[in-house]
């Protein structure tokens, strides 16, 4: 990595999550460069190129048509996502969004249709799959080491994030709530080690229609709350994934669990997450990372491959075409609940990332 010319980015977006993107990419400049940042509110514009650099785009178009800008980066908010991205593809710009993909079927597949016949790259989020842990459970699965998975458990249990987030109430609106906004890291994580989804069901609820910001304003959630998916995969795997944003539960990790024991991450999205197997002749042990991981999460890593993509032609990692098959999960398990938890099938389809190891 590093042997070219740094990948040329612009950030559409500087609002909670830009900071910890910022952070990141500053620390390879060999491999991506932020030559400049856009936001609705140029205060946040200011704020974020005062810490980073670069320059301060008076509109989404001026940046755009700078045709220095080789990749956006687009971190607005969720509503945005499609429309941000659809713009920047049509401008020429590779792009790598954040999650979700967009907050409808049609979108998803418009801007993944986008990309490939613009011949750019489609790069999204979550790409926490490629952490060390993760990639360690991965290796874990496809090794044998439990025999064949026959069934999966995920949670995504990320209590009231009005308690810590200084905009929540866009995230309990139709659109996003939990299942997009965090269920996406389990879902995500899931497919990249068991595939395509077949078909799902869901359960849904409002358990708590009235919150209230830090500073005290009230507003009401418009979707559901406490979200229970179950998956039935191409494979004929089974899984069932819990995404809320609701209870302090001590429950956030995935198991795996096969013929011969269980594997066992204790986070879905931390690249240092523990993993455990258990086979059926001993107790918990403690699984070597395949190597040393990343404390937390690397907010660049998905910007860094895709600049590896395109700079020296290696496989993309983090696509389109898994988020949007994500997309259609998420907005499938939300469509069953509404549905007596119908089962509703899964028309999208997505090629299994490479392994990084």
Known sequence: MGQYKPLQVAIVGCGNISRAYGASLSKRPDQVEVIGAY?????????????????????????????????????????AHAEVTAAALNAGKHVHVEKPLATNREDGQMVVDLAE????????????????????????????????????????????????????????????????DVGVYAL?????????VKNVQG?????????????GQAYQVTTPDQITGFLHFESGITARLTASFLGFSKQVGVEFHGRNGSIYISSSHDFDAIVEVHTLDDEWKTIPYIATPFRGVEWGRAVFQLADSIRMGVPQR??????????????????????????????STFELPIPAY
């Open 39 to 79: 936001d609705l509110d140029q205060d946040k514009a200011t704020s974020y190129v005062s810490e980073f650099g670069g320059q301060i785009y008076p509109s989404l178009e001026a940046l755009l048509d700078d045709e220095k800008v080789e990749a956006v980066v687009n971190l607005t908010i969720h509503t």
């Open 117 to 180: 016949a613009k011949g750019l790259r489609l790069s999204a989020s979550p790409f926490t799959f490629l952490g060390e842990g993760q990639q360690t459970v991965l290796k874990a699965v496809q090794s044998g080491l439990v025999g064949p998975i026959l069934t999966a458990y995920a949670e995504m249990n990320w209590a009231r994030i009005e308690r810590w987030h200084p905009n929540p109430a866009p995230f309990y609106q139709k659109g996003v709530g939990p299942m997009l």
């Open 188 to 196: 995500t994580f899931l497919t990249s080690v068991l595939g395509v």
């Open 203 to 215: 359960y849904a609820q409002i358990c708590q229609p009235q919150r209230k910001t830090k500073a």
């Open 318 to 347: 983090c696509t389109g075409q898994q988020a949007n098959h994500v997309l259609e999960i998420c907005l499938s398990i939300l469509d069953s609940a509404e549905e007596n938890s119908a089962l509703i099938p899964i028309k």
